[in-house]
């Protein structure tokens, strides 16, 4: 797991929670005990599928998941050569959805992206011709080498899943999702999403370099004949598909949220806000994805409740983008990460 997921140690003793009731997330074994059920199984082959082209990344992979179960999209964050595009595709490739890449550049315009009007000249009118986005997944590969511009041409197909050209709106496929990637900010020839743009994004997932026995790994499987551009002659394959995908969801969208854990939740984003170091704390909005990713990761660990270590979890990568540091707060290396894991440490965890 990577460590941009806060990982407690387990609940042991009179303070774990009880094993749940027989529900939408577990079911019983003929042993008497617990196991994930299919839908949980599907997603499982996913991670194993992707393992087939990416070494390591663990914590990539899931975010990924979170982000499809509940409908979000992602950001992934890493120097050039971590396999970030290799990641998505791979992922497509495991859940059978179709997938476009746009390669984002200094001059892509906004049409490029989500479709224009050509005119028929036989037809005497105009036809609206899809852009890439019109897929279940698109990857916006190195989204911050555009300018803003285009970078904004994706605000409505990310919010409303829809794109509007000439003032007729154009419903977007479902399952729809945006995993971008960009390159570290301090990079040449880049342009810092703006934070109506980074708020859009559920999860943004920093791709660190690998350990050195992963990165051995990776040698490995190129001296062997890996090819990253062959994933079929890599032996991937779809293992689920979106009927599954769509199952998975109704069950995280039934997992239990109680008043307590609701409050814990807003309890942290609001001390976001108030931190010394911090010019824009997290929004609502942000408050509400916190609350999502939280019941997507208490689903994938096969269980139908939330607990605040759940929250705990999945902080950082939901919260470390809405963060804005004070200039000054940088330049002593205070960063939105450690101020989410100051934060942690000072809300109160109910019990």
Same mark, same amino acid.
């Given at each position: 797991?990577?460590?941009?997921?806060?990982?407690?140690?387990?609940?042991?003793?009179?303070?774990?929670?009880?094993?749940?009731?027989?529900?939408?997330?577990?079911?019983?074994?003929?042993?008497?005990?617990?196991?994930?059920?299919?839908?949980?199984? !599907? &997603?499982?082959?996913?991670?194993?599928? $992707?393992?087939?082209?990416?070494?390591?990344?663990? +914590?990539? @992979? %899931? #975010?990924? *998941?979170?982000?499809?179960?509940?409908?979000?999209?992602?950001?992934?964050?890493?120097?050039?050569?971590?396999?970030?595009?290799?990641?998505?595709?791979?992922?497509?490739? !495991? &859940?059978?959805?179709?997938?476009?890449? $746009?390669?984002?550049?200094?001059?892509?315009?906004? +049409?490029? @992206? %989500? #479709?224009? *009007?050509?005119?028929?000249?036989?037809?005497?009118?105009?036809?609206?011709?899809?852009?890439?986005?019109?897929?279940?997944?698109?990857?916006?590969?190195?989204?911050?080498?555009?300018?803003?511009?285009?970078?904004?041409?994706?605000?409505?197909?990310?919010?409303?899943?829809?794109?509007? @050209?000439? #003032?007729?709106?154009?419903?977007?496929?479902?399952?729809?999702?945006?995993?971008?990637?960009?390159?570290?900010?301090?990079?040449?020839?880049?342009?810092?999403?703006?934070?109506?743009?980074?708020?859009?994004?559920?999860?943004?997932?920093?791709?660190?370099?690998?350990?050195?026995?992963?990165?051995?790994?990776?040698?490995?499987?190129?001296?062997?004949?890996?090819?990253?551009?062959?994933?079929?002659?890599?032996?991937?394959?779809?293992?689920?598909?979106?009927?599954?995908?769509?199952?998975?969801?109704?069950?995280?969208?039934?997992?239990?949220?109680?008043?307590?854990?609701?409050?814990?939740?807003?309890?942290?984003?609001?001390?976001?806000?108030?931190?010394?170091?911090?010019?824009?704390?997290?929004?609502?909005?942000?408050?509400?994805?916190?609350?999502?990713?939280?019941?997507?990761?208490?689903?994938?660990?096969?269980?139908?409740?939330?607990?605040?270590?759940?929250?705990?979890?999945?902080?950082?990568?939901?919260?470390?983008?809405?963060?804005?540091?004070?200039?000054?707060?940088?330049?002593?290396?205070?960063?939105?990460?450690?101020?989410?894991?100051?934060?942690?440490?000072?809300?109160?965890?109910?019990?």
């Amino acid at each position: 797991m990577s460590d941009q997921f806060y990982a407690p140690p387990p609940a042991t003793g009179p303070s774990a929670p009880p094993d749940p009731a027989p529900g939408p997330a577990r079911y019983a074994t003929s042993a008497g005990g617990w196991a994930l059920n299919p839908a949980q199984e !599907s &997603l499982q082959r996913v991670r194993q599928e $992707v393992g087939k082209a990416v070494v390591g990344q663990d +914590g990539a @992979v %899931t #975010g990924l *998941l979170v982000g499809l179960l509940v409908g979000g999209h992602v950001l992934l964050e890493g120097v050039p050569g971590v396999a970030k595009t290799l990641l998505v595709r791979a992922l497509a490739t !495991s &859940l059978a959805l179709e997938t476009r890449r $746009v390669q984002f550049t200094p001059d892509l315009m906004p +049409g490029d @992206v %989500t #479709g224009s *009007l050509i005119y028929d000249a036989q037809a005497a009118r105009f036809d609206f011709r899809p852009g890439p986005v019109f897929t279940n997944l698109l990857l916006a590969d190195e989204i911050n080498r555009t300018p803003p511009k285009t970078q904004a041409a994706l605000l409505e197909a990310m919010e409303e899943r829809q794109v509007s @050209v000439d #003032g007729v709106p154009r419903p977007l496929p479902d399952p729809f999702m945006v995993v971008a990637t960009q390159n570290p900010v301090e990079y040449e020839g880049t342009y810092p999403l703006p934070e109506a743009q980074l708020d859009r994004f559920l999860l943004k997932l920093v791709l660190p370099l690998p350990p050195r026995n992963d990165e051995i790994g990776v040698l490995a499987r190129h001296a062997a004949g890996f090819d990253p551009r062959d994933l079929a002659g890599a032996g991937l394959g779809p293992v689920t598909g979106a009927a599954e995908l769509a199952a998975a969801r109704a069950q995280v969208a039934t997992t239990r949220v109680e008043e307590q854990v609701l409050a814990y939740v807003v309890d942290i984003c609001r001390a976001t806000r108030s931190a010394p170091s911090v010019s824009l704390g997290v929004s609502p909005r942000g408050a509400t994805a916190l609350m999502k990713t939280a019941r997507a990761w208490a689903w994938l660990n096969g269980r139908d409740f939330v607990t605040p270590d759940d929250v705990k979890a999945m902080a950082v990568p939901t919260l470390n983008h809405r963060i804005g540091i004070r200039t000054e707060a940088q330049m002593d290396g205070t960063t939105a990460a450690s101020v989410v894991g100051s934060v942690l440490a000072t809300v109160p965890v109910p019990r």
